[in-house]
């Protein structure tokens, strides 16, 4: 199984950028999606998260972030928008094979795989 995330890169503060994460090697369509990221000096934090009938944010990217899922794609996405300076980070899809509550979908421990990464940088 693999994950391949992209999308990262340069943006200014208040500007824009959509991630993908592409699942290969098996499907999750019946179970969860993630994205978690972490800034330099910093621990991992979790984002946002999706499954088959829930989505749920973080409060730092409420408002801001959106996270969906293209079932037939076996892909996950994050929309960003208004980004700050601190959501520079480097930005990591994760999934689980199997069913979850959704006030369990924040924890990094839950998840079976995880992609390699992908850098947001936000500055001006």
């Known amino acids: 199984v693999q994950l391949q995330a992209s999308g990262g890169g340069l943006v200014q503060p208040g500007g824009s950028l959509r991630l993908s994460c592409e699942a290969s090697?098996?499907?999750?369509?019946?179970?969860?999606m993630g994205w978690f990221r972490q800034a330099p000096g910093k621990e991992r934090e979790w984002v946002a998260a999706?499954?088959?009938?829930?989505?749920r944010h973080a409060d730092s990217v409420k408002g801001r972030f959106t996270i969906s899922r293209d079932g037939a794609k076996n892909a996950v996405y994050l929309q960003m928008h208004s980004l700050k300076p601190e959501d520079t980070a480097v930005y990591y899809c994760?999934?689980?094979?199997?069913?979850?509550?959704?006030?369990?979908?924040?924890?990094?421990?839950?998840?079976?795989?995880w992609g390699q990464g992908t850098l947001v940088t936000v500055s001006s």
């Open positions: 999706i499954n088959t009938y829930s989505t």
């Open positions: 994760a999934a689980r094979n199997g069913r979850i509550i959704s006030g369990a979908m924040d924890r990094a421990g839950v998840y079976d795989y």
């Open positions: 090697g098996r499907t999750f369509n019946n179970g969860v």
